[in-house]
């Protein structure tokens, strides 16, 4: 390993400049990384990759290297991951550890040796999370699903069918010698192996792909629209699941966008356009209870209601949630999702669909709101899982779904994903039907 080259002085002072605003957690880390590649704007390509890749081993493993390096400050813990995360030795880091580091890591690294480590603590979840985990899960289970949650996630692509086949995407970047898979369950979706520039991408630019983890992917098509429909995405937020219903009802009936931020929704209208998307008709609101909301009640045949959420179920690619999330904002989330659940309702004509959607796999975001709302609206039904799932399998790979453990007294009818199962993000999505009475 050629330290020197891979570790110049640069090098380092991005990293640890760049998380020493990362981890006061004040805001999400992909925004403070990208306000921070606009301060360096001389970076190279190859720089960039090796900061950005050291930047979020740090706070994915952050209470790990806490606890290593008993210390929070930003260059201990970039030491602490290389010796921790990437096996460098000491000695390989020598000549480039100021006087003084040497001496402090060569004594944790004895330190720690004999130090007996908790779960939560090995795994990097605060305990409040690991907690609520193993209650739902179990003590084993929860260790599948942290150490999942501790790899990177894969980047993901949805082929756009207004515009193209997955098998002519496919060809396409193997001719570009980039490695693609198709992804297991979703027939839309393409994995590739490594990091592109995507937005410079010609079938980007296009409108061909679209970047969207295959379990965004899944939770959309359980929405199942038909053409000539009216379908409501009821937090359409920057339109990604909005685009693959356009997709599946071939630009027929009526979609509706509806976000109570409206920045998020303009910036839908270019994604439209790229996409070759004619049926959506984006509707900014104030809140669930907007009366813009009532020209459409009882009258959608479908409405998705992606909820806002906690995101625990993103810590591959969002590994800071866990650090900013609290006890206090999961409840005030789960008192947002129901009143955001109950509204979507009254918009579902009698035998339509509700589709409940959250990207966490905390009970109570999932399983308790959607209990909750049952007992107070009898006139819905949850339709079981392996009916909505029947389909899906891989032509190719002939994998039949499986779906992902269901916590202590869950809601049996959900599809769950997790990343230890099904290599997406973790996702719960449950649908329920209006009795036709």
Same mark, same amino acid.
């Given at each position: 390993?050629?330290?020197?080259?891979?570790?110049?002085?640069?090098?380092?002072?991005?990293?640890?400049?760049?998380?020493?605003?990362?981890?006061?957690?004040?805001?999400?880390?992909?925004?403070?990384?990208?306000?921070?590649?606009?301060?360096?704007?001389?970076?190279?390509? /190859?720089?960039?990759?090796?900061?950005?890749?050291?930047?979020?081993?740090?706070?994915?493993?952050? /209470?790990?290297?806490?606890?290593?390096?008993?210390?929070?400050?930003?260059?201990?813990?970039?030491?602490?991951?290389?010796?921790?995360?990437?096996?460098?030795?000491?000695?390989?880091?020598?000549?480039?550890?100021?006087?003084?580091?040497?001496?402090?890591?060569?004594? /944790?690294?004895?330190?720690?040796?004999?130090?007996?480590?908790?779960?939560? $603590?090995?795994?990097?979840?605060?305990?409040?999370?690991?907690?609520?985990?193993v209650t739902a899960y179990g003590v084993e289970e929860t260790q599948r699903?942290?150490?999942?949650?501790?790899?990177?996630?894969?980047?993901?692509?949805?082929? !756009?069918?207004?515009?193209?086949?997955?098998?002519?995407?496919?060809?396409?970047?193997?001719?570009?010698?980039?490695?693609?898979?198709?992804?297991?369950?979703?027939?839309?979706?393409? @994995?590739?192996?490594?990091?592109?520039?995507?937005?410079?991408?010609?079938?980007?630019?296009?409108?061909?792909? $679209?970047?969207?983890?295959?379990?965004?992917?899944?939770v959309t098509r359980l929405v199942a629209p038909k053409r000539?429909?009216?379908?409501?995405?009821?937090?359409?937020?920057?339109?990604?699941?909005?685009?693959?219903?356009?997709?599946?009802?071939?630009?027929?009936?009526?979609?509706?966008?509806?976000?109570?931020?409206?920045?998020?929704?303009?910036?839908?209208?270019?994604?439209?356009?790229?996409?070759?998307?004619?049926?959506?008709?984006?509707?900014?609101?104030?809140?669930?209870?907007?009366?813009?909301?009532?020209?459409?009640?009882?009258?959608?045949? @479908?409405?998705?209601?992606?909820?806002?959420?906690?995101?625990?179920?993103?810590?591959?690619?969002?590994?800071?949630?866990?650090?900013?999330?609290?006890?206090?904002?999961?409840?005030?989330?789960?008192?947002?999702?129901?009143?955001?659940?109950?509204?979507?309702?009254?918009?579902?004509?009698?035998?339509?669909?509700?589709?409940?959607?959250?990207?966490?796999?905390?009970? $109570?975001?999932?399983?308790?709101?959607?209990?909750?709302?049952?007992?107070?609206?009898?006139?819905?039904?949850?339709?079981?899982? !392996?009916?909505?799932?029947?389909?899906?399998?891989?032509?190719?790979?002939?994998?039949?779904?499986? !779906?992902?453990?269901?916590?202590?007294?869950?809601?049996? $009818?959900?599809?769950?994903?997790?990343?230890?199962?099904?290599?997406?993000?973790?996702?719960?999505?449950?649908?329920?039907?209006? @009795?036709?009475?």
């Amino acid at each position: 390993m050629n330290l020197r080259a891979e570790w110049h002085p640069q090098r380092v002072q991005a990293v640890v400049q760049a998380l020493s605003e990362a981890l006061t957690f004040a805001a999400p880390a992909d925004k403070v990384l990208s306000a921070f590649w606009r301060a360096w704007p001389r970076l190279g390509q /190859r720089d960039r990759a090796w900061v950005a890749e050291t930047y979020y081993g740090v706070i994915r493993h952050y /209470r790990r290297l806490t606890v290593w390096a008993e210390s929070t400050a930003p260059r201990h813990l970039l030491l602490a991951w290389l010796v921790v995360g990437r096996g460098v030795s000491v000695a390989q880091l020598a000549p480039l550890l100021r006087r003084e580091e040497g001496e402090w890591l060569a004594q /944790r690294k004895a330190a720690i040796a004999g130090y007996a480590w908790r779960d939560a $603590e090995r795994l990097s979840m605060p305990d409040w999370l690991w907690a609520r985990l193993v209650t739902a899960y179990g003590v084993e289970e929860t260790q599948r699903i942290a150490s999942s949650m501790l790899q990177p996630a894969p980047l993901d692509l949805r082929v !756009n069918t207004l515009k193209a086949k997955r098998s002519d995407v496919m060809a396409t970047f193997m001719a570009e010698g980039l490695e693609a898979h198709e992804t297991p369950w979703s027939p839309w979706g393409v @994995r590739l192996a490594e990091k592109v520039a995507l937005q410079r991408h010609p079938l980007y630019r296009d409108g061909i792909v $679209e970047v969207q983890d295959e379990g965004s992917q899944l939770v959309t098509r359980l929405v199942a629209p038909k053409r000539r429909q009216t379908v409501v995405d009821f937090c359409a937020g920057a339109g990604g699941k909005t685009l693959v219903l356009a997709a599946l009802m071939v630009n027929s009936g009526q979609i509706y966008a509806c976000d109570a931020i409206a920045k998020r929704l303009a910036g839908l209208h270019p994604r439209l356009a790229r996409a070759g998307a004619t049926n959506v008709q984006p509707m900014a609101i104030a809140d669930e209870h907007d009366p813009k909301l009532a020209r459409l009640a009882g009258k959608a045949d @479908r409405v998705l209601v992606d909820v806002p959420c906690s995101g625990i179920g993103t810590l591959r690619r969002n590994p800071d949630f866990k650090w900013r999330q609290t006890e206090a904002t999961v409840a005030a989330l789960t008192a947002q999702q129901a009143s955001i659940l109950a509204a979507a309702a009254r918009l579902v004509k009698p035998g339509g669909r509700l589709i409940y959607v959250t990207c966490s796999i905390l009970p $109570e975001e999932n399983d308790r709101v959607v209990q909750t709302f049952l007992a107070a609206h009898p006139a819905f039904a949850p339709l079981p899982w !392996n009916e909505l799932t029947a389909d899906w399998q891989h032509g190719t790979h002939g994998t039949a779904f499986v !779906n992902g453990p269901c916590p202590t007294d869950g809601v049996p $009818e959900a599809v769950r994903l997790f990343p230890h199962v099904h290599g997406c993000d973790g996702f719960f999505a449950v649908v329920l039907e209006r @009795r036709s009475v």
